[in-house]
C-alpha cells in the first residue's frame, strides 16, 4: 500500500487546460472523493494517476517513486471503471485472473486468490458465467474483484456505482466502505454525485474548472464551505443563495433584502464589518429554515414571512418551496408541520449556522 | 373504442393484405430472375424453351455433370475462384483489422484524410482503371497470375473492409484497452487477448464482404486472367459462343456461383446489415 502525491499538476487538450495546478497529499489507507460536476477534470485527473493520461506538467508520486513516464501496468494500480470495461468474451474468471496471468503468477496461486476474492465478493458461483450473462450489480462486483485480486497499492473508481438503480447504488455504497476498512488500500474514487462524495470519503476534494476548490472532511466542507461554489455543490437539497444588503444599526449588522431582515450573529459579525453598506449573497441551507412557533418571541431578527408556493412530500420530510418578494427559498421541514399552499407563514432561519459570500469574489466571508 | 381507435384499427385491417401484396410483388421481382435461373438448372434440355414455361417438370442434374465433369473449364474456374476469394480474403483482413485498429484508436498526422483516402479510391469507376492495371500486371509479368488477381481484387475489398473494421472497433469502449493496460497487458497482448477477441463478428462479416467481392468480381477477372487463371464467373461463358448458348449448363453453373452467396446470406443476414449500415446503430 502507499500513499499519492500530486505536486502543482498540469494538464491541456490543445488549446483547454482540463486541470490546473492541482496539488494533495493523499495518505496511505486514505478514502479520497474527488467530487464536481461533469467536465471539471476529477476524471481526468484519475486517468493521470492511472497513467491513461499523461501530464503536462507537475510530479504524479504513488509511493516514493516518481511515475511521469510509468506504463500503468508498472504502477502497481488498479482502476474501476464506469461502464465496468469487462472483457466480453471472458468468464468470470477468466476477467478475474487476467492480471494475474499477465503477470505469470503461477496457476494454482491464482485458482486460490481469484476463488478467495469471489467468496469475498459473494460471486463464487458466477466464476463461469460471461459478463453478458450478469446483472449489473454483478457486473460491477466482478469489476471489483478484477481491481483487488492484484491487491494493488492504490485503487482507483471512476463513477464505479453510476450505472447502477438507485438502491442497488446505496447497497454498494455500503459494501464498498466495508471493503475498505477491510482491505486498508488507498482509494481515489470519483464521482458526481455529492451525496456519494460525503458518504464515502475520508476526504473530498471539490473541483470546478479543472481547480480544486476545496479539500477537506466531509462534515467541514458542509460546514464550512470555501466559496459559494462549493456550498452550492455540496448538499441537496442546494444551499438558498438571497443577494442581500449589510446593514449596521445601534452596533448590530443585519442581511437585508427588501422583504427579509436577518441579524448576523456576534461570533460572525466581525467578519462582516468591511462589507457594511455593501451587497453580499447569503446562503442558508433548507434545514436551517423552519417555520417560527414562538408568537410570543419578541426578538424577531431571525424571522421572516414567507408565502408557501410548493410542497413537495418526501415522506420522511417536507420540502417546502416559499416566496419572499423576489426571493425564492427552500425549507425542510418535518412531515408533521402541516402548510397550505398560498399561506404566509412566519420562518426562523438559524443565522448561527448560514453563510455569507462576496458578491464579486464568491469567497466566503463567514 | 374511441371513433379514432375504430378507424385506425381499419386501416390496420385494410393495410396488413396491402402490406402483404407489395412485398410479396418486390420479393418475387427480386427472386424471378433467380428462380428462373434455379428451374432451368435442372429442366431437361427439351423443357428449357417450352412456352408457357412448365413449372413441373422431371428434374435432371445432367447440366451439372456437363459443367463440371464434361467441360474441364468449368471445374477449373470454381478451383480458381475458391483459391483467389480464399487467398484475397486472408490477404485483406490481415491488412484491414489491423489498419482499422490504427485508424479507430491511434491519432496520427493525416488520420482522417488517409482514412477518407481509402474511401475515395472506392468511388473511381473500376472500368476507368483496368488500363492501367492491365500495364501494371503485363509488365511485371503477372498476368494470367494468382498473385495479380488478388493484388488487384485486393484493390477492390481493402478499403472497404478497413472501413467496416473501423466501425467495429470504434463500437468497443476504449475503457476495455486501459483496463487491460492497467492489468499488465502491452499493447499486442491487449489487441490480441482483448479486444480482438470481443470483434470476432466483425472480422467474419468483414471477411464474407471480402469473400463475396471477390467470388462475384468479373470485369477485372476476365481482362486480367488466361485459360490458367480463369475464375468461374469467367469461364461460364464458354457455354456462349457465337455457335450456340448451351443454357443447360450455364444456368448450372449460374446455381453454383450464387450458391455460397445465398447460403452466406442467409446465415449471416442480421450481422451483415449491421455492417451494411457502417455502425450507423449500435449493437
Redesign the interface.
Known amino acids: 500500500m502507499a500513499g499519492v502525491i500530486l505536486k502543482a499538476v498540469f494538464k491541456t487538450f490543445g488549446k483547454t487546460t482540463a486541470i490546473k495546478n492541482f496539488s494533495l497529499e493523499i495518505d496511505d489507507g486514505e478514502f479520497v472523493v474527488l467530487v464536481g460536476p461533469s467536465g471539471c477534470g476529477k476524471s481526468t485527473m484519475l486517468r493521470l494517476i492511472a497513467g491513461l493520461e499523461t501530464a503536462s506538467s507537475g510530479e504524479i508520486y504513488i509511493g516514493d517513486q516518481l511515475v511521469n513516464e510509468v506504463h500503468p501496468r508498472d504502477r502497481d494500480i488498479s482502476m474501476v471503471f464506469q461502464n465496468y470495461a469487462l472483457y466480453p468474451r471472458m468468464t468470470v474468471y477468466e476477467n478475474m485472473s487476467f492480471s494475474l496471468r499477465m503477470r505469470k503468477i503461477p496457476k494454482a496461486e491464482i485458482e486460490r486468490i481469484v476463488r478467495q476474492t469471489a467468496d469475498l465478493l459473494r460471486i463464487g458461483q458466477l466464476l463461469d458465467r460471461k459478463p453478458g450473462q450478469l446483472s449489473g450489480g454483478q457486473r460491477q462486483r466482478v469489476a471489483l474483484g478484477r481491481s483487488i485480486v492484484r491487491n494493488p497499492q492504490v485503487f482507483l473508481f471512476d463513477e464505479p456505482l453510476s450505472n447502477l438503480d438507485a438502491k442497488l447504488r446505496i447497497a454498494m455504497r455500503a459494501e464498498l466502505l466495508l471493503l475498505h476498512q477491510r482491505l486498508k488500500t488507498t482509494i481515489i474514487y470519483v464521482t458526481h454525485d455529492q451525496l456519494e462524495a460525503m458518504t464515502m470519503g475520508n476526504r473530498i476534494v471539490v473541483m470546478k474548472d479543472g481547480l480544486i476548490q476545496q479539500v477537506d472532511a466531509p462534515d467541514a466542507v458542509y460546514d464550512q464551505p470555501l466559496n459559494r461554489f462549493v456550498a452550492g455543490f455540496i448538499g441537496s437539497p442546494t444551499m438558498n443563495f438571497i443577494d442581500c444588503r449589510v446593514v449596521s444599526e445601534k452596533g448590530d449588522l443585519y442581511a437585508t433584502t427588501p422583504g427579509i431582515r436577518l441579524k448576523i450573529p456576534e461570533s460572525h459579525a466581525r467578519h462582516a464589518e468591511k462589507y457594511i453598506d455593501q451587497e453580499a449573497i447569503l446562503g442558508i441551507r433548507p434545514e436551517h429554515l423552519t417555520v417560527s412557533t414562538n408568537n410570543r418571541h419578541l426578538d424577531a431578527a431571525d424571522r421572516f414571512k414567507a408565502v408557501v408556493r410548493v410542497i413537495e412530500n418526501a415522506g420522511s420530510e417536507k420540502l417546502v418551496h416559499i416566496r419572499n418578494e423576489n426571493d425564492t427559498l427552500v425549507a425542510r421541514l418535518e412531515r408533521h408541520i402541516r402548510l397550505k399552499t398560498e399561506e404566509t407563514v412566519d420562518f426562523t432561519a438559524r443565522m448561527d449556522s448560514a453563510h455569507l459570500f462576496d458578491k464579486q469574489t464568491e469567497h466566503t466571508i463567514f | 373504442m374511441t371513433p379514432y381507435g375504430q378507424k385506425s384499427n381499419r386501416v390496420k385491417w385494410i393495410g396488413a393484405p396491402v402490406k402483404y401484396v407489395l412485398f410479396t410483388v418486390m420479393m418475387l421481382t427480386w427472386a424471378f430472375p433467380v428462380i428462373w435461373v434455379i428451374l432451368t438448372s435442372f429442366k431437361a434440355r427439351t423443357d428449357i424453351f417450352t412456352l408457357p414455361p412448365r413449372i413441373f417438370f422431371n428434374p435432371t442434374v445432367e447440366h451439372y455433370i456437363e459443367a463440371f465433369v464434361r467441360s474441364s473449364d468449368i471445374a477449373r474456374g470454381t478451383l480458381n475462384s475458391i483459391l483467389v476469394a480464399t487467398a484475397t480474403t486472408v490477404l485483406t483482413l490481415l491488412v484491414a483489422v489491423p489498419a482499422g485498429y490504427a485508424f479507430s484508436r491511434v491519432t496520427f498526422r493525416f488520420r482522417n484524410q488517409l482514412s477518407f483516402f481509402a474511401l475515395m479510391t472506392q468511388m473511381a469507376p473500376p472500368i476507368g482503371l483496368i488500363i492501367p492495371y492491365f500495364f501494371i500486371l503485363s509488365r511485371t509479368g503477372m498476368l494470367d497470375s494468382y498473385t495479380g488477381l488478388i493484388a488487384i481484387h485486393m484493390t477492390l475489398t481493402v478499403p472497404f473492409c478497413i472501413w467496416l473494421m473501423i466501425t467495429y472497433f470504434q463500437d468497443l469502449?476504449v475503457?476495455?484497452e486501459?483496463?487491460?493496460?492497467?492489468?499488465?497487458?502491452?499493447p499486442f497482448?491487449a489487441f490480441f487477448?482483448?479486444v480482438l477477441?470481443?470483434t470476432?463478428g466483425g472480422v467474419g462479416v468483414t471477411a464474407i464482404f471480402a469473400f463475396i467481392e471477390s467470388w462475384n468480381e468479373f470485369l477485372y477477372a476476365v481482362v486480367l486472367t488466361g485459360s490458367r487463371t480463369k475464375t468461374v464467373p469467367v469461364a461460364i461463358f464458354s457455354f456462349l459462343t457465337t455457335e450456340e448458348s448451351l443454357w443447360g449448363p450455364f444456368t448450372a453453373t449460374g446455381v453454383t456461383i450464387m450458391a455460397p452467396v445465398i447460403v452466406v446470406a442467409l446465415f449471416a443476414q442480421r450481422q451483415m446489415i449491421k455492417g451494411m449500415t457502417l455502425g450507423a446503430t449500435k449493437g
Open positions: 469502449p475503457s476495455l486501459e483496463s487491460a493496460a492497467i492489468d499488465g497487458a502491452s497482448a487477448r482483448v477477441p470481443s470476432w
